[in-house]
């Protein structure tokens, strides 16, 4: 009996033991598990949060102590814009007085804290550096270059355009942010360059051309410094030219042998395209905009337009009537029409200017207000020319406006094999917003869209589709 009871103990003993060891072992793989993101190596670490966007990979600072400042090593794109904040701030119910305090409070913030983040940042190069900054500094530019220059960035962008209420509007434009720093010429990576709302003189940009031999994109928009711009240069890998309402630019000369897409916004100037063999995409808009479609015969601008797959137009309030005796341009697959239109308006120059390009497949028109006074009477379109390559139709800004219905559908008839049209909350009006600020746009004005859309239900035959973005 009392051997029975001594190895019934022994054995209790041994199973409490081994359940005490396998707690034990359970626990430690618990807490291995749990640690395993602080035991990482810190290359990987490194590696991981330069697959993030900036904001993300500044909130794993919360994973563990390890990952504390970890974020600082960041190697992607530096991407600051604060600009999501501002559009609330604007369309928040206060008052006016309030909002511009709020504005300067929070203007004042985002300068100390973008300074901070560039003096905590330790990573050698990054990929790009973004500030989107409403009025700028014209304190730190040179600082925020050399930043650029140290990291050997890929990408540099100064987003200083003033879209906050009216209020501020007039010191806006008496704020001079000047790139002058040829500091920036170092930039040996630099790809990507784009300065909105930032001053840049003929020299500099000449200067950038010269010395950056890697940049493909170039864009700038809202200087009141550049005259006379020459984009040309032996070497030359510029794929990408905008020059956006630059109001004193007088003569434009291109000679860029792999450029392939171009923008220019603003006056009838001197341009000169010498040698763009590469070109398949232009955006035109503006006054100069006005003069291309008057004068599409003249042999310049014909030869120009027969060897581009894309062209983008923007049409002014001043361009109401037709255009007589248009060149066929059959090579353009894709036309896009920015509309500044009134209330119940004629639409007789987009109808003329679509009997010019017969072949294209897809068609955006983008509709912008700016006039809600009704019109006398209804318009219609007589749109003569088919469209038998039309595959896709994109509106934006639609507003069920009797005109825009009556060219929505004047169009899905003369287009046999439209497949689907596409409805984009987003107005053009907000097309040069910072991405998150577009996306919410959007989000907000979803639901109107729909609405505004389900105008078109009741035409549209069964095989076209209506997509609302």
Not at 399 to 414: A, N, T
Request: aromatic share 8%; net charge positive.
């Amino acid at each position: 009996m009392g051997l029975t009871l001594t190895l019934t103990c022994i054995c209790v003993a041994f199973r409490e033991r081994g359940s005490e060891e396998r707690s034990r072992k359970l626990k430690k793989k618990r807490m291995e598990k749990k640690d395993m993101i602080g035991n990482m190596p810190n290359d990987i670490i490194w590696n991981i949060l330069s697959r993030l966007k900036f904001k993300e990979a500044v909130r794993t600072s919360v994973l563990s102590t390890k990952w504390r400042y970890q974020w600082t090593y960041f190697t992607g794109v530096l991407d600051f814009d604060p600009s999501l904040r501002t559009y609330l701030l604007r369309r928040k119910r206060v008052g006016l007085l309030k909002k511009c305090m709020v504005f300067v409070s929070e203007w004042e913030k985002s300068m100390v804290n973008l300074e901070k983040m560039l003096k905590l940042m330790k990573s050698p190069t990054m990929q790009g550096l973004r500030i989107c900054m409403e009025l700028g500094n014209p304190l730190k530019i040179d600082e925020w270059v050399k930043f650029g220059v140290k990291k050997d960035v890929k990408m540099f962008e100064l987003d200083l355009s003033y879209n906050f209420t009216e209020t501020f509007y007039e010191i806006s434009q008496t704020i001079r942010n000047v790139l002058s720093s040829t500091t920036i010429f170092e930039m040996k990576s630099l790809c990507i360059l784009r300065l909105v709302s930032v001053d840049v003189s003929d020299e500099v940009i000449e200067g950038i051309l010269a010395c950056c031999p890697s940049l493909q994109t170039l864009c700038v928009i809202e200087s009141k410094l550049l005259v006379r711009v020459k984009v040309c240069g032996q070497g030359l890998r510029l794929k990408h030219l905008e020059l956006v309402e630059c109001r004193f630019l007088t003569n434009l000369d291109i000679s860029a042998e792999n450029l392939m897409t171009f923008k220019y916004i603003g006056d009838y100037e001197r341009f000169n395209y010498e040698s763009v063999p590469s070109l398949v995409e232009a955006s035109f808009g503006g006054l100069y905009s006005s003069y291309l479609q008057s004068r599409m015969n003249t042999v310049d601008l014909y030869e120009l337009l027969l060897q581009l797959d894309v062209l983008k137009l923007e049409l002014l309030p001043i361009d109401f009537g037709t255009v007589e005796a248009l060149p066929l341009i059959s090579n353009v697959k894709q036309l896009e029409m920015q509309i500044l239109h009134g209330c119940g308006a004629k639409l007789d120059r987009p109808v003329s200017l679509l009997s010019a390009f017969p072949s294209i497949c897809v068609l955006k028109l983008k509709f912008i207000r700016y006039s809600v006074k009704p019109a006398e009477e209804q318009w219609k379109a007589n749109l003569k020319d088919e469209c038998p390559n039309l595959r896709e139709l994109e509106v934006s800004g639609f507003r069920r406006d009797p005109s825009q219905i009556e060219l929505v559908m004047s169009i899905c008839e003369k287009a046999p094999n439209l497949n689907r049209i596409v409805v984009d909350p987003l107005s053009s009006y907000h097309a040069h917003r910072s991405p998150n600020v577009k996306a919410r746009i959007r989000e907000m004005r979803r639901d109107f869209t729909i609405w505004f859309a389900d105008c078109l239900k009741p035409y549209l035959p069964p095989p076209i589709e209506l997509i609302i973005l």
